[in-house]
C-alpha cells in the first residue's frame, strides 16, 4: 500500500512541478534500519502562498485533508491529509528554506515499480532527524550512521550549525553525541 501511495504521489508532485523529498519513517527505511512506521512525511519545496496549488495535487493524488487549510497549515506549515483507502495518513511540510532548497537538490532518487521516487539523502535524513530531536529520532539517526559509514559529516554539521545559528539550539552537540554513540 505505502509503494502504490508513494508512486502516485511522486507522479503528481513531478507532473505539477512542485519539488519534494520523502523524509521520516519512510526515508529511514531506505537509509538506517527497517522500522515500523504508519505514515508518509513529504516537504514540498513551495511555500504556504500557493496552499491551492497543494490542494489540487492532493485533490489528484486521492487524499483528503485532516485540518482546515486556511488554518491550521497557515499556522503550522503542515498539511496533514489522509488516503480514505488505505487510511494511510501523509504529512505535507511546506518549505521553501535555502537548506530544503540544497537538500532537494541531493535526493536520492528510488525507484519504485517504474517510478522514481524521490527521497531525502542520508546527511539531510540526518539534519532533520537531529533538528526534531525526540528520542525515536536520535534512534534513527544513529541505524543510519551505522549503515552510511562514508557519510559527508562536514555537510551535517554545517547545516546544522545554519539551524543552530537561526534558533538558539545547540544541535551539532547533539548530532556529536550520537555520532560517538554510532561509533
Known sequence: MFTKL????????????????????????????????????????????????MLDAVGSVGLKPLVDPDDFTLRTMVLPCQDPKSHIRVDFIFSFSPYERQAMERVRLVNMEGVDVKFASAEDLVIHKIFAGRPRDMEDVKSILIKNPEMDTPYIRRWLNDLAEATGESFVDRFESVLKNAS
Open 6 to 53: 508513494l508512486r502516485t504521489i511522486a507522479l503528481v508532485l513531478d507532473r505539477k512541478r512542485i519539488p519534494y523529498m520523502v523524509i521520516g519513517g519512510q526515508a529511514v527505511l531506505l537509509h538506517g534500519e527497517p522500522r515500523m512506521t504508519r505514515d508518509i512525511d513529504v516537504t514540498v519545496g513551495i511555500g504556504t502562498e500557493k496552499i491551492d496549488q
